[in-house]
């Protein structure tokens, strides 16, 4: 499988679709599987819902997006491959909307709605967005593209959902990004957690524009101003609009997509994590490709980005807890969370520290946060760190994946906080990627504590630090430290002592996925 499509809410049930292969575990054969569940954790696999089978789509059934019409009426934009190997864009509506699973679809005939003409490039034309509905009437969504090297949202209206025009410019675009992959553009609240519809407006709201970019394999986004009646897309300038933008996740996270749930009033943010290992290995396994855990995401009070902490019903899947209180980690120290399964855990965990006194200087040279990790890891002493996990450990440390924090002074007495996941001590195995991941996060250190959360789950690490400021999800292959032999520690190599203030561990339950 790759990216999720189209999830939605319908009537009581949540609809997950994604890019799936039905023949095998390689990129071939897309069409449109389909996954329903009541709570997000626990899902069900229908038959496809899209699958080649016309002329406009008969080379593949590419990513797009679901947008429920007012009557509660779901309809899909998706990407068709058609008979010439163009990029079209077509519509899929339910066989009938009395059944609340959806379990039918219907691509009409007049199909395809959206074709890319002379202007556009037709194998750079992909991946309709939710669409959302203006104040006249208007129905608009983005499509993702490229001219030579400027990456593009080009920007539809309609107003009957069929007849889709043009606009002249596009909704936004930057030069030297490349092709944009699915982009996703939503309103977030200014202040709170709660989730907005695609359509909402207003000054107490700001725009999130995420694109995938296609050269890189991660998910940027910027936190802007979108105007109504011009159809702009401004983004703030409180990050960079490009390869060093935000991003959703600093690991193995793409081609993520966005929905509105208005049962709990939240935004629900989907991501596909790849496999690190061999193609051979996805062949002989049988599978390759997961969905990550669905984050819900709300701007940050700061304005400047998003937060994201995964939904809270997967609580529901936490069984025994073991705690960890007051736990002081001089330099070297390394103690085991005992009791839990720790190769399928939930694990938080809130660290403090009594001064920044001992932390290193700031190489203001170090913008790339993953060769900085690369350069100093998680054994090299340090000042203030590194502390943190040591995730999937083998019982003698052959095999181990590090999520941990390593703290810097900058200049004016500001403090830098590096957050890794560093893969390459995670398996004894050779011929995988082990990719040391790392981003920045950007937190007051006034209290002198640093959260961290990781979601352990045999072959993925999915971390959350500063409370859902800085994401890292990692794909890790280890061969010694699987189930039962799999181990779960806090450490500290920094001179500084740290102190586990609290940590949680909760051995999870199995979901039922497919
Ligand atoms: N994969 C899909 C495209 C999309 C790309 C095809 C991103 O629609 O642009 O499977 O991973």
């Not at 593949?60 to 990407?79: D, E, H, M, Q, R």
């Not at 679809?105 to 959206?114: A, Q, R």
């Not at 009033?265 to 669905?294: H, M, Y």
Request: glycine share 8%; net charge neutral.
């Amino acid at each position: 499988m790759n990216n999720p499509n189209g999830p939605m809410y319908f009537k009581g049930i949540y609809h997950l679709f994604y890019q799936y292969n039905p023949e095998a575990a390689i990129w071939e054969n897309i069409e449109w599987a389909h996954s329903i569940s009541r709570d997000l954790i626990n899902w069900k696999s229908l038959k496809s819902a899209i699958f080649p089978s016309k002329p406009f789509d008969i080379n593949g059934c590419w990513s797009g997006s679901a947008t429920v019409l007012p009557g509660f009426k779901p309809v899909i934009l998706y990407t068709g491959i058609d008979s010439q190997n163009r990029q079209v864009q077509n519509y899929a509506i339910p066989a009938n909307l009395a059944d609340p699973l959806l379990t039918e679809w219907v691509k009409p005939d007049n199909n395809p709605i959206v074709e890319p003409g002379t202007e556009v490039n037709a194998s750079a034309f992909r991946d309709p967005s939710t669409a959302w509905l203006s104040f006249n009437g208007q129905w608009k969504t983005i499509i993702g593209g490229r001219s030579e090297q400027t990456g593009m949202a080009y920007l539809y209206r309609s107003k009957d959902f069929l007849n889709w025009t043009k606009a002249e410019q596009p909704l936004h675009s930057v030069p030297n990004t490349g092709m944009w992959e699915c982009p996703d553009f939503y309103p977030v609240a200014r202040f709170g957690r709660f989730g907005l519809d695609a359509s909402v407006t207003g000054n107490w709201v700001k725009h999130v524009l995420k694109v995938s970019l296609d050269l890189t394999r991660y998910d940027y986004y910027t936190v802007g101003k979108y105007y109504p009646t011009t159809d702009k897309y401004v983004p703030d300038n409180t990050s960079a609009d490009g390869w060093n933008g935000l991003r959703y996740d600093y690991g193995n996270f793409y081609a993520s997509k966005s929905f509105y749930d208005p049962m709990r009033k939240r935004r629900v943010l989907w991501g596909w994590a790849n496999e690190s290992d061999s193609v051979q290995d996805d062949v002989s396994k049988g599978w390759a490709g997961i969905q990550a855990i669905p984050r819900t995401v709300w701007l940050d009070p700061n304005g400047k980005q998003l937060l994201q902490w995964p939904v809270m019903e997967l609580n529901r899947l936490r069984r025994r807890r073991v705690m960890m209180i007051h736990q002081k980690l001089v330099m070297g120290q390394n103690v085991e969370i005992k009791g839990i399964t720790a190769a399928q855990a939930d694990v938080e965990v809130i660290f403090s520290f009594s001064s920044l006194d001992k932390a290193e200087t700031f190489d203001p040279s170090w913008v790339d946060a993953q060769a900085v990790c690369s350069q100093l890891g998680s054994t090299t002493q340090g000042g203030v760190g590194p502390f943190g996990l040591l995730t999937l450990a083998s019982e003698n440390l052959e095999e181990f994946t590090p999520v941990f924090f390593r703290i810097f002074k900058a200049e004016t007495n500001k403090h830098v906080v590096l957050m890794c996941s560093d893969a390459r001590s995670s398996s004894l195995k050779d011929g995988l990627y082990k990719p040391t991941f790392a981003g920045f996060v950007d937190i007051d250190l006034s209290s002198k504590k640093l959260p961290l959360r990781s979601l352990i789950d045999h072959s993925v690490i999915e971390s959350f630090g500063g409370g859902g400021k800085t994401c890292i999800t990692s794909r890790v292959y280890p061969t010694k430290a699987v189930f039962e032999d799999a181990h779960l520690h806090v450490f500290n190599n920094g001179t500084e002592p740290i102190t586990v203030e609290y940590l949680g561990a909760w051995s999870m339950r199995s979901a039922c996925v497919n």
